[in-house]
Structure formats: structure tokens, C-alpha cells
């Protein structure tokens, strides 16, 4: 495995947080040489210097994607920790539905729901699943707008298409559910159109403006400031709070925390789990 | 050390003796059966990790069916085909049914042995990142109980102190009485 030197270290881990908002600790140069040195080997790059400089000078920013993909953890799981989904279903998705019920039965109950980090689509699929397992045949009186978003094109790619391979999908969906909402083609399973057709995906640095995002009801950030720094998270969930409506709910991951990060939301508990909610 | 337990399924006696001689002694446990019913009963009653199963077989079930039944009972079950040169066509077919892979007759073992090894390499690998996982989900759960309650407790504090902040600014009220009222929210 091709060694970093420190100095190269030192660039590195400044182009992948400019690139991913990713910090990665230098002291760990482990991490860069397993997650990168097969890269840089490719491509015939013979330091992780000629890597960064060819990854500059890439036009098409191939190689930044490749890079991205490398670094940032897709370990995600649909239901993956049952509360946030118990949470969802019991309470948030009730209290959301109450506040936003249209003044005429004619009309539809629109709620928008964002998973910002979404992976392959796992949660944002199990989003899904949840409504429809709360809603069944009600849902046609509501218009949900459900966005995936991720900083890895292959991740956005994998959840647009909707295919896991059985290790991917078998934990965590009971056996009923996966069959209800998934075909299965060989050891893969795909996610059936109706559930697809729900949700949209797409490419977004977290680390960059939101604009065109509109207000969000519902936003998951689960697990992915963990990877930012302290000034990168207070900017970011400072970016959240201005896209989620007054009355709207932030769900972060279980062993996450807002203190010293973001003051304009306060945490309330619902049974095991804790959600977020604008001052 | 080979702990696989694989189950043979063939009507051909002689090539069920010398799969089972071959397989016992490079230490994996063996199970035969010669045809796709016997097969069914065995994987209904034994844990078996891999099938190896002809293709073409007597009967009304041969390997095609012997991968459904098997694949029902249990999806972590491998199965590979064993299939003459002519009918590759159906052994391709079998993979996309979930079928692990296929060899061709006449059996070569290096090969047998090298995709064997490949599933028992695959399930120790699955069964460490399982275990990883579960340590994960234990350590996060009590992570996540410890951070909640730190996190509630803060909001109370910030909320307490909000409170008193915005009493003690109050112009419109008389010092000593905002001092009281401060006093009072704090020790409740």
C-alpha cells in the first residue's frame, strides 16, 4: 500500500473537507491510505501528491467523485435503530398531519419530509414504508414530497435505482415488508415502482448553500455531522433550522447531540427517543 | 479447519460415494441424498450451509427446484450446480434463481474446493461485520440513552436560565422582587 507522508496528509485532508465538508483526522493516516491508495494506484499515480494534483487538473471531477465515494461511510441500514421510524409513526407523523390539515376536504394534505443524508436510500425508503404502513388507503389524500440527499453520486445513483443486495436488505425489514414492497431478482432485491415513485433523489453538499430546497415539515440529519467539524456542524444545523418550517421536526442520530452546536432548537423526548423542534 | 455442512444431491450412487469421500476428507461434514425429494426432507430437518446438486436429475424435481426448495427454507444457503458442458444455458439461468455456482462434469475438486472455501471465506466475513454490528448497536444504544438524558438536562438548565435572565431584565419590576423571583426559579 502506497505510505502518506505528512505533508501530503496535510492536503489531502484539506481538499476532502473542501470537496465533502469531511474532516478526517491526520493522526489516523491509516484511513487515507486504505481508502485512497487503490485510487491513486488506478490511476498510476505514484504519491498521494500526483492523486491530488491530477485530481485538480480533472476537468469531469471523475476522480473527486471516486474520491468522495472513498471517504464518505455508507453504513446505513433500512429501519436501521427502530426509534427515529417508532418516532415517525406514533408521533411526529399525527401531530404533522393535524397541523397541516387542509381547510377544504378537497384539497390535499401536503407534508415535506428530507432525509440530507440519505446514503443508498435506506431511510428515506423506510420513511416511505413507514406512511404507507400508517396511512394504507388514506394515502391519497396527502401529496408527500419526499427528498433523498447525499454527497456521492454512486450513493444518489444505488438509491435512485432502488436495488440491495440481500446482506444490504435482509437485516432489519421483516420478511412481510420486504415482500410487500420489494421484487426479488436473483440475490437483489428492487424496490417496487409504487414505493420508488415516492421519493426523489439527488446530488447536494450539505457543506453548500441550500437554495431551492423550499421549507421542509420533517428533516432527518442523522450521522453525518459527526463526520464535520464543530464550526461545519453549527453552520449546518443553522442552515436547518432556516429551512424547517416553525412548527416542523429535526430527528439527528441517537448519539447525537445540538449543545454548544445550535441554540434555536430545543430537544423534547417521546418515549425512548428525543426530536428537535425550532424555539 | 472446514465446518461447512454440505449436502450432496445426486442419483448417481458412484459420483455421491467419491463427492462424499472427497468432501469428508478435506474435513467438511457431508449429507447425501438422491434425489430432489430426499434433499427436501434433509434440508427441512439439518442445518446445511452449502447444496451441491446436479442438474439433470429423475423425477419431478431436479436442481432448478432443488434451488427454490432450499432458497425458501433459508436464503443464507449456498447452492452450486453441477451440470454437463451442454446444458450451461440452464446453469446460468439457475444463477440468476440465486444459485451460488456451477461447475462442469466431470467434477474437477481443486476447483470444488477453491468455491467452497470462497462461501466458508464470505460467511466468516458476514459473520464478523454481524458481530461488529451488534457490538456497534450496543454501544450506541447506551451512547444514545447517556447523550439523551445529558441533553434534556442541558435544555432544562438553558431554559432555566432564559427564564431568570429575562426576569432579571425586566425594568418594569422592582429589583428586589426580580431577585426573589430569579431566587425562586432557580431553586425549584
Redesign the interface.
Known amino acids: 500500500m502506497l505510505k502518506i507522508t505528512a505533508e501530503e496528509l496535510k492536503i489531502i485532508a484539506q481538499y476532502i473537507h473542501e470537496i465533502s465538508g469531511i474532516y478526517l483526522d491526520q493522526s489516523k493516516s491509516y484511513l487515507f491510505e486504505t481508502r485512497l491508495g487503490s485510487i491513486a494506484e488506478e490511476l498510476g499515480c505514484t504519491s498521494y501528491r500526483a492523486l491530488y494534483d491530477k485530481a485538480r487538473r480533472d476537468p469531469a471531477k471523475l476522480i473527486e467523485r471516486q474520491i468522495i465515494d472513498a471517504i464518505s461511510t455508507n453504513e446505513t441500514l433500512f429501519f436501521r435503530d427502530t426509534s427515529p421510524f417508532d418516532l415517525l409513526k406514533h408521533k411526529i407523523l399525527p401531530e404533522i398531519i393535524d397541523a397541516r390539515a387542509p381547510r377544504s376536504p378537497l384539497l390535499k394534505t401536503n407534508i415535506k419530509i428530507w432525509s440530507s443524508a440519505s446514503s443508498t436510500g435506506q431511510e428515506l425508503y423506510s420513511i416511505a414504508i413507514t406512511l404507507q404502513e400508517l396511512l394504507g388507503t388514506q394515502m391519497a389524500k396527502f401529496n408527500f414530497s419526499l427528498l433523498g440527499t447525499d454527497i456521492s453520486d454512486t450513493a444518489i445513483k444505488q438509491a435512485s435505482y432502488g436495488k440491495y443486495n440481500k446482506f444490504e436488505i435482509e437485516r432489519g425489514l421483516p420478511r412481510q415488508t420486504l415482500q410487500k414492497h420489494f421484487t426479488l431478482f436473483g440475490d437483489t432485491w428492487k424496490v417496487k415502482d409504487e414505493l420508488r415513485g415516492m421519493v426523489n433523489f439527488r446530488k447536494l453538499n450539505l457543506m453548500l448553500p441550500f437554495t431551492g430546497l423550499g421549507k421542509f415539515d420533517i428533516i432527518f440529519c442523522r450521522n453525518v455531522a459527526i463526520y464535520f467539524t464543530l464550526e461545519d456542524r453549527k453552520k449546518l444545523f443553522n442552515k436547518i433550522a432556516d429551512c424547517l418550517a416553525d412548527d416542523g421536526y429535526l430527528i439527528i442520530g441517537s448519539t447525537e447531540s445540538l449543545t454548544g452546536i445550535c441554540s434555536r432548537f430545543i430537544p423534547k423526548r417521546h418515549l425512548r427517543a428525543i426530536f428537535y423542534q425550532k424555539k | 479447519m472446514n465446518n461447512l455442512t454440505i449436502l450432496v444431491v445426486d442419483d448417481d450412487p458412484v459420483i455421491r460415494r467419491l463427492l462424499e469421500q472427497r468432501l469428508a476428507k478435506e474435513n467438511y461434514t457431508v449429507l447425501l441424498a438422491e434425489d430432489g425429494h430426499k434433499a427436501e426432507n434433509i434440508l427441512q430437518g439439518n442445518h446445511v450451509d452449502v447444496v451441491l446438486t446436479d442438474l439433470m436429475m429423475p423425477g419431478d424435481i431436479g436442481g432448478i427446484e432443488v434451488i427454490d426448495i432450499a432458497k425458501d427454507l433459508n436464503?443464507n444457503i449456498e447452492v452450486i450446480l453441477i451440470t454437463a458442458h451442454s446444458s450451461i444455458d440452464t446453469a446460468v439461468e439457475a444463477?440468476?434463481?440465486?444459485a451460488a455456482d456451477y461447475l462442469e462434469k466431470p467434477i474437477n475438486f481443486t476447483e470444488l474446493f477453491l468455491r467452497l472455501e470462497k462461501i466458508a471465506t464470505m460467511r466468516s466475513i458476514?459473520r464478523s461485520a454481524?458481530d461488529l454490528?451488534q457490538a456497534m448497536?450496543v454501544t450506541?444504544?447506551n451512547?444514545?440513552?447517556t447523550?439523551?438524558n445529558?441533553?434534556?438536562a442541558?435544555?432544562n438548565i438553558?431554559?432555566k436560565l432564559d427564564t431568570i435572565e429575562s426576569i432579571l431584565t425586566d425594568d418594569s419590576i422592582d429589583s428586589d422582587i426580580r431577585v426573589t423571583n430569579a431566587l425562586n426559579i432557580l431553586l425549584n
Do not use: S
Open positions: 436464503r444463477m440468476k434463481k440465486g458476514l454481524e454490528r448497536d450506541e444504544t451512547a444514545a440513552a447523550i439523551q445529558l441533553e434534556l442541558v435544555g438553558q431554559h
